[in-house]
């Protein structure tokens, strides 16, 4: 399965000029723990985590509405192409101990995919095949 068919496609994102504050507020808006830091034509950047709120700005009393994202962020984060394999992704994942990975195309941001998403991708499957396999035990 390619990385493509679990990858979200509505992705939230920030400018770096954005401060700490706006970020959080788009983070609480959309519950989610990490957004995405693109330029124009949404060149990815870097990413911008819950931990880096928690690590940069509140564990060094930092102010969250003159603090900017581009100053605590993770730049160039680790990224896959759409067209990997979903097993390629998580190997990735695990060995580098990230659990949201920006997926491009030439460079361009088109979508992300988290551990989750693939736990649900997962779990569905394993859920078809229990169905298949009860199915097949009534015959």
Do not use: C
């Amino acid at each position: 399965m390619l990385v493509r068919q679990k990858m979200r496609k509505e992705l939230v994102t920030v400018l770096p000029s954005s401060t700490v504050y706006e970020a959080a507020l788009k983070m609480k808006e959309h519950r989610i723990g990490s957004i995405l830091v693109v330029e124009e034509g949404w060149k990815l950047k870097g990413i911008f985590t819950d931990r880096d709120i928690a690590m940069a700005v509140a564990a060094d009393s930092k102010d969250p509405k003159t603090t900017f994202v581009s100053d605590i962020m993770t730049t160039d984060p680790i990224t896959i192409n759409a067209d990997a394999d979903v097993d390629t992704a998580l190997g990735l994942m695990n060995r580098t101990n990230i659990r949201r990975l920006p997926v491009t195309e030439g460079g361009w941001l088109v979508g992300l995919l988290s551990s989750a998403d693939v736990a649900t991708g997962i779990r569905e499957e394993f859920d078809q095949f229990i169905g298949l396999e009860e199915a097949f035990a009534k015959h």
